[in-house]
């Protein structure tokens, strides 16, 4: 592979699992002139594993906007740059966007080099809708918080992901059994790609149950998934009332409640009710 001058590259790594880095991230760590890393013991770990000895440059959370000015002088000056987190997608909870959008407004090329992330791997063996889904990163740490935030997001029809650690799943799945619907279905996906990779599946007092059964199952690192809610009502009533404008055309009132009935499930008599009004 060709590694461009003046170009950032953003290199997705292992979620766990080292097997898991692709032939290009091994390519482009090898052969940029530094790698730019949110904890540079953590990357050097993995960078000498793979037989890679590269300059790391520390960027996190707390520099990353003192950084930047250097990062695009070095680009600009013909370097090529890596960025990497700990696990996974750079920028996906993790540092780079402010990178990322400042080499943007320079016109500086920024490259994907895309691999593992957490949010992924466990969509896509979590059984859930994933036409629609939604990532909400992590929760508020205070339960009072989290428990506001939840109420607000799981009112969303498409499936919805959070990311957890180990310090706070169980405090976040008991507020969320105190708050949703006990039929929907939730799913946990843990320590994916590991030794002690593990997923549940039911609705959230059976992983309350999963989860203080065995101190084992509140270890390593977390994705949480929640079905998404049924279309309220509000849209259930608009479906009703077009079907019924339709039928009040063609056949009585009577026919038409009774039909509509059979379609929706709702009372024949609310459904007689509401044809009634719209044929005025
Ligand atoms: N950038 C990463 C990505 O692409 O997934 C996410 C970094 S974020 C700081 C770390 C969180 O991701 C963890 O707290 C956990 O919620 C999730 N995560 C990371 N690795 C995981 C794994 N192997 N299994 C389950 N969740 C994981």
Redesign the pocket.
Known sequence: MQIESGTLYVV?TP???LGDITHRALQVLEGVNRVCAEDTRNSKKLLTHFGIQNQLVALHDHNEQSKLKQLADWLLGGESLALI??????????PGYHLVQYLQEKDIPVVSIPG???????LSIAGLPTDRFIFE??LPAKSSARKQALAEKIKQTCTQV?????HRILACVIDLAEIIEPDRKVVV??????LY?QTFCGNVNELLEWLQGDSNHQK?????MVQGARPTNDTSAIALESLLTILIKEVSVKQAAKIASQITGEPKNSCYKIALTLQG
């Not at 593992?116 to 466990?122: E, G, H, L, M, N």
């Not at 959070?162 to 180990?166: A, F, I, K, L």
Request: hydrophobic share 40%; charged share 20%.
């Open positions: 997705a979620i766990g699992n987190s700990d696990a996974g997608t750079p920028l996906i909870s993790d593992a992330s957490a949010i992924i791997a466990a990163g992590f959070y990311y957890e650690s180990s996906a843990r320590e994916l790609t590991k990779e390593g690192e977390f994705v949480l």
